[in-house]
């Protein structure tokens, strides 16, 4: 295995290339991850999903609600229970398959080793103790310290994380905390147990554009400083974009595209991902303008083939409905699960075959590709 | 924050007393309902005329009934319930001579009704699904179902006639003999108890399942505490609604401890009233009925405050 | 006693119709999956409210608890009705060489202090309880429904008035209350379900006031009100469903506890008079002979009770499962 251990003086998470090889393990490898919900229906949440995380990046995973996005990161914690199940898959951290991990080994990893920030604050916080007794939680849960050092450290996390007077503030309700301000708290309790990285599920949404920014800043900073990991999961774009170096993009319980940041906001692939690129007139802009025809596929009785074919303008009948595309891999990294790029395909899309490298069928076969002939 | 819930409770307070005014205005009428001269009532028919009509003055019965009422609730609120014409006691001390005996009946339903329903209600929502929960739920269905009477008819014969195991009747006060009142107040706290079991379990359980759904337990387990912590944090939550439920069983509580009293001939409150209805005393009934009634608003307002204590936020500002 | 909360209407919870497909039961107290419609032609030939009412009756039929309770209803009910024909022997016939017998072949039950049949006792007894639990009911609905609709929908002191008036009825333990009420009264079937049903109207009243106080509100019920559509249409059109399914599942829940309060005030002498067999002042008399052995004169009456209560709640958690399955959750 080469060692290319990159300069020291290169930040950590500016990988121009997405899939170096650092040489080092992934800190997080999530391979063919499936998670099923068994209701009266049987929802295919999470259809095999791989990605991985080294040590330092920063990873965003984009799409819209009911993408799976939220589910994959709560398979990885554990977090799914009845009537959901992790059906296949691995979830390696640091060398250890999470999945079906003994409670103890769970109990172990969270909170010291990944720490994770959910959406509404508020909801995630318990009404009926106040956030300095929270976080306190959080802290001894993992740390031995007595009750003053973790009031103490607290209040410093409180402060660290931008909470004006956190001694006035340590003592209060949840509930007198504003939107904003609760957030920051919630980051702060996630950090209590001093994790290695830092899973962020929809920590914007549904706040003020003005807050919004904040707390970006917040995370940009609390990243460098503490040199975690990041994995962020958001539906908008512009988050994620201004804070994570690589990008997933997820559709229908599936990885549709892959990339670094600036392959997928310059020179996205997936159809799904022009779309939704397409779909936001600036991508500093909050409004969705052009909404993506048709709606986002029923989980239950999901299409066949590819996920996104009944919506996607370039599908070609007979082919993206049968059976799963093969994953595309273009050049520095970037991937896309689309058959449009393949031999075979003969819809309407003109896309530029001229980068594609490799095409790996959904089985596994791989197919080396110097061109591809239309 | 201590100064809000003053503030609740003095509100609630000042709520109760009009609430407890009409009481005493529907027990005084309802006493005044009674067909019948009171007095011959209370003498007998062939009574001398002249007693009959000191009787009457005494009684204030010769006055408007406005006047009677508020003579009456003014030495109510002096301590005064009157004076029995059956057993020409005051009232006030009958009752107070029985108050204890009450409350220690009453305090052993709500104790092991307690006991029972939360590790019950909380076994039956963790274990969702499993025979416990089905257990649990099949308790809930018939705690409601058997009257508290009977369940202690059954008891006595099992445990007291057949088993002899435990007293069949009578009372040990556990303030002079500890051990042997417990025993006394075994058989009558399971029997008052059941019912309101029965619901705090059936209640817990839901207010449980319910809690055990939401997000802030997940953000809770990503702390990387253990299971038990997390479910503390639920039963917490789950409990704040239940302890309105709490309270208003109180009444129950209350009432019930009358019939348990006649299952296991305790000599507390609840025979005097039977005994006072069935003589006739009304003065007597009518105290009972007073003072009754007086704790039970006075619980159900303890309960309230308590909720409101309990539950951030209601509470505003701390 | 549990507060019943107003149900959602039942309207919106009908009108998603379920299929019928027979025996899809699991475990017990199944709520209903409110799946796509399988409804045949011609349902644009029935009016609405009857399909609704059908498609309502259809799910209770399927829940496990509203059915098992009403068979013990009907069971119950039936006795009740046919009692002196079912009754293998005179109630009230007195054959006192067979006094105290234990249960036999000939005496299911045993005999009684007077030789008197127990188990015909017990089904006549049967009649007392059926009156009880369904007259008591009805005469809180019948004082509380009205107050509770006032009260919400007139609002103000009228509201604060009645309320407190509800209250006070309310502070009152409700085993107390129905004593007191007899005491004064008189002791006899009548003044009985009378005194029962003025114990149990403040929670009608409450259940009421509340859709009153909510409807009251609506924009249409203003517009109504301005256009002069008269008070008493609006309260009956528009509030009263809203609140019938809580009102049915309370309904229940006070038929239970009618008895069980009935049978309290019979075991403590101040029920039923004596001549007619009530099962709670059967109790009282076989309470003491729990000590020379005559088990049965205790246990059979306390068991009629439990079986017919058991059908009142039964009744009552199924329709509580069915019109607002929120209410408990994944029962």
Same mark, same amino acid.
């Given at each position: 295995?080469?060692?290319?251990?990159?300069?020291?003086?290169?930040?950590?998470?500016?990988?121009?290339?997405?899939?170096?090889?650092?040489?080092?393990?992934?800190?997080?490898?999530?391979?063919?991850?499936?998670?099923?919900?068994?209701?009266?229906?049987?929802?295919?949440?999470?259809?095999?999903?791989?990605?991985?995380?080294?040590?330092?990046?920063?990873?965003?995973?984009?799409?819209?609600?009911?993408?799976?996005?939220?589910?994959?990161?709560?398979?990885?914690?554990?977090?799914?229970?009845?009537?959901?199940?992790?059906?296949?898959?691995?979830?390696?951290?640091?060398?250890?398959?999470?999945?079906?991990?003994?409670?103890?080994?769970?109990?172990?990893?969270?909170?010291?080793?990944?720490?994770?920030?959910?959406?509404?604050?508020?909801?995630?916080?318990?009404?009926?103790?106040?956030?300095?007794?929270?976080?306190?939680?959080?802290?001894?849960?993992?740390?031995?310290?007595?009750?003053?050092?973790?009031?103490?450290?607290?209040?410093?996390?409180?402060?660290?994380?931008?909470?004006?007077?956190?001694?006035?503030?340590?003592?209060?309700?949840?509930?007198?905390?504003?939107?904003?301000?609760?957030?920051?708290?919630?980051?702060?309790?996630?950090?209590?147990?001093?994790?290695?990285?830092?899973?962020?599920?929809?920590?914007?949404?549904?706040?003020?554009?003005?807050?919004?920014?904040?707390?970006?800043?917040?995370?940009?900073?609390?990243?460098?400083?503490?040199?975690?990991?990041?994995?962020?999961?958001?539906?908008?774009? /512009?988050?994620?974009?201004?804070?994570?170096?690589?990008?997933?993009?997820?559709?229908?319980?599936?990885?549709?595209?892959?990339?670094?940041?600036?392959?997928?906001?310059?020179?996205?692939?997936?159809?799904?991902?022009?779309?939704?690129?397409?779909?936001?007139?600036?991508?500093?802009?909050?409004?969705?303008?052009?909404?993506?025809?048709?709606?986002?596929?029923?989980? /239950?009785?999901?299409?066949?083939?590819?996920?996104?074919?009944?919506?996607?303008?370039?599908?070609?009948?007979?082919?993206?409905?049968?059976?799963?595309?093969?994953?595309?891999?273009?050049?520095?990294?970037?991937?896309?699960?689309?058959?449009?790029?393949?031999?075979?395909?003969?819809?309407?899309?003109?896309?530029?075959?001229?980068?594609?490298?490799?095409?790996?069928?959904?089985?596994?076969?791989?197919?080396?590709?110097?061109?591809?002939?239309? | 924050?201590?100064?809000?819930?003053?503030?609740?409770?003095?509100?609630?307070?000042?709520?109760?007393?009009?609430?407890?005014?009409?009481?005493?205005?529907?027990?005084?009428?309802?006493?005044?309902?009674?067909?019948?001269?009171?007095?011959?009532?209370?003498?007998?028919?062939?009574?001398?005329?002249?007693?009959?009509? #000191?009787?009457?003055?005494?009684?204030?019965?010769?006055?408007?009934?406005?006047?009677?009422?508020?003579?009456? #609730?003014?030495?109510?609120?002096?301590?005064?319930?009157?004076?029995?014409?059956?057993?020409?006691?005051?009232?006030?001390?009958?009752?107070?001579?029985?108050?204890?005996?009450?409350?220690?009946?009453?305090?052993?339903?709500?104790?092991?009704?307690?006991?029972?329903?939360?590790?019950?209600?909380?076994?039956?929502?963790?274990?969702?699904?499993?025979?416990?929960?089905?257990?649990?739920?099949?308790?809930?269905?018939?705690?409601?179902?058997?009257?508290?009477?009977?369940?202690?008819?059954?008891?006595?014969?099992?445990?007291?006639?057949?088993?002899?195991?435990?007293?069949?009747?009578?009372?040990?006060?556990?303030?002079?003999?500890?051990?042997?009142?417990?025993?006394?107040?075994?058989?009558?706290?399971?029997?008052?108890?059941?019912?309101?079991?029965?619901?705090?379990?059936?209640?817990?359980?839901?207010?449980?399942?319910?809690?055990?759904?939401?997000?802030?337990?997940?953000?809770?387990?990503?702390?990387?505490?253990?299971?038990?912590?997390?479910?503390?944090?639920?039963?917490?939550?789950?409990?704040?609604?239940?302890?309105?439920?709490?309270?208003?069983?109180?009444?129950?509580?209350?009432?019930?401890?009358?019939?348990?009293?006649?299952?296991?001939?305790?000599?507390?409150?609840?025979?005097?009233?039977?005994?006072?209805?069935?003589?006739?005393?009304?003065?007597?009934?009518?105290?009972?009925?007073?003072?009754?009634?007086?704790?039970?608003?006075?619980?159900?307002?303890?309960?309230?405050?308590?909720?409101?204590?309990?539950?951030?936020?209601?509470?505003?500002?701390? | 006693?549990?507060?019943?909360?107003?149900?959602?209407?039942? %309207?919106?919870?009908?009108?998603?119709?379920?299929?019928?497909?027979?025996?899809? $039961?699991?475990?017990?107290?199944?709520?209903?999956?409110?799946?796509?419609?399988?409804?045949?032609?011609?349902?644009?030939?029935?009016?609405?409210?009857?399909?609704?009412?059908?498609?309502? %009756?259809?799910?209770?039929?399927?829940?496990?608890?509203?059915?098992?309770?009403?068979?013990?209803?009907? $069971?119950?009910?039936?006795?009740?009705?046919?009692?002196?024909?079912?009754?293998?022997?005179?109630?009230?016939?007195?054959?006192?060489?067979?006094?105290?017998? %234990?249960?036999?072949?000939?005496?299911?039950?045993?005999?009684?202090?007077?030789?008197?049949?127990?188990?015909?006792?017990?089904?006549?007894?049967?009649?007392?309880? %059926?009156?009880?639990?369904?007259?008591?009911?009805?005469?809180?609905?019948?004082?509380?429904?009205?107050?509770?609709?006032?009260?919400?929908?007139?609002?103000?002191?009228?509201?604060?008035?009645?309320?407190?008036?509800?209250? $006070?009825?309310?502070?009152?333990?409700?085993?107390?209350?129905?004593?007191?009420?007899?005491?004064?009264?008189?002791?006899?079937?009548?003044?009985?379900?009378?005194?029962?049903?003025?114990?149990?109207?403040?929670?009608?009243?409450?259940?009421?006031?509340?859709? $009153?106080?909510?409807?009251?509100?609506?924009?249409?019920?203003?517009?109504?009100?301005?256009?002069?559509?008269?008070?008493?249409?609006?309260?009956?059109?528009?509030?009263?469903?809203?609140?019938?399914?809580?009102?049915?599942?309370?309904?229940?829940?006070?038929?239970?506890?009618?008895?069980?309060?009935?049978?309290?005030?019979?075991?403590?002498?101040?029920?039923?008079?004596?001549?007619?067999?009530?099962?709670?002042?059967?109790?009282?008399?076989?309470?003491?002979?729990?000590?020379?052995?005559?088990?049965?004169?205790?246990?059979?009456?306390?068991?009629?009770?439990?079986?017919?209560?058991?059908?009142?709640?039964?009744?009552?958690?199924?329709?509580?499962?069915?019109?607002?399955?929120?209410?408990?959750?994944?029962?």
């Amino acid at each position: 295995m080469t060692d290319t251990t990159p300069p020291a003086d290169a930040p950590a998470h500016d990988a121009t290339d997405a899939r170096t090889d650092g040489g080092d393990e992934p800190l997080l490898a999530v391979k063919n991850l499936t998670t099923r919900f068994y209701t009266d229906q049987t929802i295919s949440a999470v259809d095999s999903v791989s990605y991985e995380l080294r040590a330092g990046e920063t990873l965003g995973i984009v799409g819209e609600s009911g993408s799976g996005k939220s589910v994959s990161v709560r398979s990885v914690v554990g977090l799914v229970t009845e009537p959901g199940r992790i059906d296949a898959g691995e979830v390696r951290w640091k060398g250890t398959d999470l999945v079906g991990a003994s409670n103890r080994k769970l109990r172990s990893v969270r909170g010291a080793e990944i720490g994770m920030v959910f959406q509404n604050a508020e909801a995630a916080f318990d009404s009926t103790y106040t956030v300095g007794e929270q976080i306190v939680e959080a802290v001894t849960a993992h740390r031995d310290l007595s009750k003053a050092e973790a009031r103490q450290e607290a209040i410093d996390l409180l402060e660290e994380v931008g909470i004006g007077d956190p001694e006035g503030r340590v003592d209060d309700y949840p509930h007198e905390y504003s939107g904003g301000m609760a957030q920051r708290a919630m980051i702060a309790m996630a950090l209590a147990g001093e994790p290695e990285l830092l899973i962020a599920d929809e920590p914007t949404t549904g706040l003020d554009v003005s807050i919004q920014a904040g707390i970006i800043d917040l995370f940009r900073d609390l990243v460098a400083e503490r040199e975690m990991s990041l994995v962020l999961i958001s539906h908008d774009l /512009g988050v994620v974009s201004q804070l994570c170096e690589r990008m997933l993009v997820m559709y229908g319980g599936r990885v549709a595209e892959r990339g670094t940041r600036r392959q997928l906001l310059t020179a996205p692939k997936h159809p799904y991902t022009r779309a939704f690129l397409n779909s936001i007139p600036d991508v500093d802009a909050k409004s969705t303008a052009e909404a993506i025809p048709g709606s986002p596929p029923n989980l /239950g009785d999901p299409p066949e083939g590819c996920r996104f074919h009944p919506r996607c303008a370039v599908a070609e009948a007979g082919l993206c409905d049968h059976e799963r595309p093969p994953t595309v891999a273009f050049q520095a990294g970037q991937e896309a699960d689309c058959y449009a790029y393949t031999e075979g395909y003969t819809g309407e899309a003109e896309y530029d075959v001229a980068e594609v490298t490799e095409v790996r069928s959904a089985e596994g076969e791989t197919q080396q590709v110097e061109e591809v002939s239309r | 924050m201590a100064s809000r819930v003053q503030e609740f409770f003095v509100r609630r307070l000042l709520w109760a007393v009009p609430v407890l005014v009409l009481v005493s205005v529907i027990i005084f009428g309802l006493v005044r309902m009674v067909p019948g001269d009171p007095a011959v009532v209370m003498l007998g028919a062939d009574a001398d005329p002249a007693r009959l009509e #000191a009787v009457r003055q005494e009684l204030g019965l010769d006055k408007s009934l406005p006047v009677q009422y508020f003579d009456y #609730a003014a030495s109510v609120v002096q301590g005064d319930l009157g004076r029995s014409y059956i057993t020409n006691q005051q009232v006030s001390e009958a009752v107070a001579s029985r108050l204890p005996t009450t409350l220690f009946v009453t305090a052993a339903g709500f104790t092991v009704s307690l006991l029972v329903a939360i590790p019950a209600g909380t076994l039956s929502a963790v274990k969702r699904g499993t025979a416990w929960d089905s257990a649990g739920l099949t308790f809930g269905l018939l705690g409601v179902s058997i009257p508290n009477f009977w369940l202690g008819i059954v008891l006595l014969l099992l445990f007291g006639v057949n088993l002899d195991w435990l007293p069949v009747a009578g009372y040990v006060s556990p303030l002079e003999n500890p051990i042997e009142g417990l025993r006394y107040l075994i058989l009558p706290g399971i029997t008052l108890g059941t019912a309101m079991a029965a619901i705090v379990t059936r209640m817990l359980r839901s207010e449980l399942l319910e809690e055990l759904h939401e997000e802030y337990l997940d953000a809770v387990r990503m702390k990387g505490v253990s299971e038990p912590r997390v479910l503390v944090h639920a039963m917490k939550n789950a409990f704040i609604p239940v302890v309105t439920v709490i309270g208003m069983q109180f009444g129950y509580l209350l009432g019930g401890s009358i019939i348990i009293e006649v299952v296991f001939s305790i000599p507390g409150m609840g025979r005097l009233l039977i005994g006072a209805i069935s003589s006739r005393d009304y003065i007597t009934l009518q105290g009972l009925v007073l003072v009754y009634t007086t704790f039970f608003v006075l619980v159900n307002l303890l309960v309230d405050t308590t909720y409101f204590y309990l539950n951030p936020k209601l509470r505003g500002d701390g | 006693m549990t507060d019943g909360t107003p149900g959602s209407d039942p %309207a919106t919870e009908a009108a998603a119709p379920v299929t019928t497909d027979d025996g899809a $039961a699991t475990d017990g107290g199944e709520t209903v999956v409110s799946g796509s419609s399988a409804e045949g032609e011609g349902s644009t030939r029935e009016s609405p409210a009857v399909r609704r009412t059908k498609a309502f %009756a259809a799910r209770v039929r399927r829940n496990r608890l509203a059915s098992g309770g009403l068979v013990i209803m009907s $069971a119950f009910v039936f006795v009740a009705v046919f009692a002196p024909i079912l009754a293998p022997y005179d109630p009230a016939v007195v054959d006192v060489p067979n006094r105290l017998q %234990a249960p036999s072949a000939d005496h299911l039950m045993g005999t009684d202090r007077y030789g008197r049949d127990v188990f015909s006792r017990v089904l006549l007894g049967a009649r007392i309880a %059926a009156q009880v639990a369904v007259a008591t009911p009805l005469v809180a609905m019948s004082i509380g429904v009205p107050i509770g609709l006032v009260a919400g929908y007139v609002g103000g002191r009228t509201d604060d008035g009645l309320m407190r008036l509800m209250d $006070a009825i309310f502070a009152f333990p409700t085993i107390l209350l129905g004593l007191t009420l007899v005491a004064v009264f008189g002791q006899s079937l009548t003044n009985i379900v009378l005194a029962l049903g003025i114990v149990f109207i403040p929670q009608f009243a409450r259940i009421t006031r509340g859709s $009153a106080v909510s409807v009251a509100q609506e924009e249409h019920v203003r517009a109504a009100r301005s256009l002069g559509a008269s008070n008493a249409r609006i309260l009956l059109l528009h509030v009263l469903p809203f609140c019938i399914s809580a009102i049915l599942v309370q309904a229940t829940i006070t038929g239970a506890l009618a008895i069980i309060l009935e049978s309290s005030l019979s075991f403590l002498g101040v029920g039923v008079p004596p001549p007619q067999p009530s099962w709670g002042s059967m109790l009282r008399v076989g309470k003491g002979y729990i000590n020379s052995g005559e088990w049965w004169y205790s246990v059979f009456p306390g068991l009629a009770i439990v079986a017919s209560v058991l059908g009142f709640n039964l009744l009552g958690d199924g329709l509580r499962d069915v019109l607002d399955p929120r209410s408990d959750p994944n029962r």
